[in-house]
């Protein structure tokens, strides 16, 4: 049997294989199932062991022999193929379309946000998404172990020794980090992403973004809040949107209050979405305690200041119409290659 192979070996080192033919051939001839090695190994069991070793390793190493041939036969059609047939590119036929990205609705609109505050006079400021107890709560007036702490419930990061670090449940964290390092007047736009530890539903997530809005100076006013979110607006959802205040409370602002605006589906009408009240509510908001400013290390008997928070995904969803929060998360091409005409 091994001079059979012997002679079989031979016989493959000196095949040339040139058309695409050939090599079928020679595969069906040395390689398939009903093919000459098959043969041999179907042989090769019915041999004595003391002869299986030897026999075994030349048997092998004809396979591989015919392998090798038939994946170097492949290789010179492919390269010979595409300089010298008719496999080369059409160059007159039209390019394949070229698909370009798309924003995110939360980016593009996050984006008209900083442009219309941009346009009077507010700075983009960032902060961390981990913060310290401090940030996000201590120097906001919300006292330890008050039941205000319960409003936002919050993921705390795991850490070692004393220092709590959690995930910001707002942006008002950055309102702190700009006081703390700048000097009034200040007039500041923060937008970030923040968590809540939330039931996942249509109206509610674990995580979303805010915009913060910062305004310290002499003489600030609640007539200079109302007006900016006056202007902010009839910018971002035209001139026929009215406003109103509710009062509300926030340990970091006093007096509070929450803003709501025409109901954008039903114009004020009534409709599911505003429950019936033709009124949805879209941030909260008021002039910045005094004990913040203190904290901060900024005179509050010379200065005043106000605050405001609007979550993006809110104004997203009353701007395109969007029912669902979760779409946001989900990274559905569907829904997200929709937004592809809005830069
Ligand atoms: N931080 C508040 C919230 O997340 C919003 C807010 C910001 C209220 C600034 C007042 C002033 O609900």
Same mark, same amino acid.
């Given at each position: ?114 442009? #219309?505050?941009? /346009?009077?006079? +507010?700075?983009?400021?960032?902060? @961390?998404?981990? $913060?310290? %107890? ?108 009215? #406003?109103?205040? /509710?009062?509300? +409370?926030?340990?970091?602002?006093? @007096?509070?209050? $929450?803003? %709501? ?83």
């Amino acid at each position: 049997m091994e001079d059979k192979i012997n002679s079989f070996l031979e016989e493959i080192k000196g095949i040339t294989i040139q058309a695409e033919e050939e090599a079928e051939q020679f595969r069906l001839k040395y390689l398939s199932k009903k093919g000459i090695i098959t043969a041999l190994f179907d042989e090769f069991k019915t041999l004595p062991p003391e002869l299986r070793k030897t026999t075994g390793k030349i048997l092998n190493e004809l396979k591989q022999a015919a392998e090798a041939k038939l994946v170097e036969a492949k290789a010179v059609q492919n390269s010979t193929s595409n300089t010298q047939n008719s496999k080369l590119p059409d160059l007159s036929l039209p390019p394949d379309p070229i698909n370009l990205g798309s924003r995110h609705p939360i980016s593009v609109v996050r984006k008209q946000m900083t442009d #219309i505050f941009n /346009r009077i006079g +507010f700075v983009v400021s960032e902060g @961390p998404e981990i $913060e310290d %107890d401090w940030h996000n709560f201590g120097a906001l007036n919300f006292p330890a172990d008050h039941p205000a702490r319960d409003m936002q419930d919050t993921f705390f990061v795991e850490s070692e020794g004393a220092d709590k670090w959690l995930l910001r449940t707002h942006t008002s964290s950055v309102q702190v980090r700009v006081m703390e390092n700048q000097k009034p007047p200040i007039r500041t736009i923060s937008p970030g992403r923040v968590y809540r530890n939330e039931t996942i539903s249509a109206r509610a997530h674990c995580q979303f973004h805010q915009v913060e809005g910062l305004y310290i100076d002499e003489g600030v006013s609640f007539a200079d809040l109302k007006q900016t979110l006056y202007y902010f607006v009839q910018e971002m959802f035209g001139d026929k949107i009215e #406003i109103r205040f /509710r009062p509300s +409370f926030f340990p970091f602002t006093e @007096p509070s209050a $929450e803003m %709501d605006i025409t109901c954008l589906i039903c114009e004020g009408k009534g409709c599911p979405v505003c429950k019936h009240s033709g009124w949805v509510e879209i941030l909260g908001c008021g002039m910045v305690h005094p004990n913040v400013l203190d904290n901060c290390k900024i005179d509050s008997t010379k200065y005043t200041g106000y605050a405001f928070g609007m979550g993006i995904e809110r104004i997203t969803m009353l701007k395109f119409r969007i029912n669902d929060l979760r779409l946001f998360f989900e990274n559905d091409m569907r829904f997200l290659s929709q937004f592809k005409s809005v830069l």
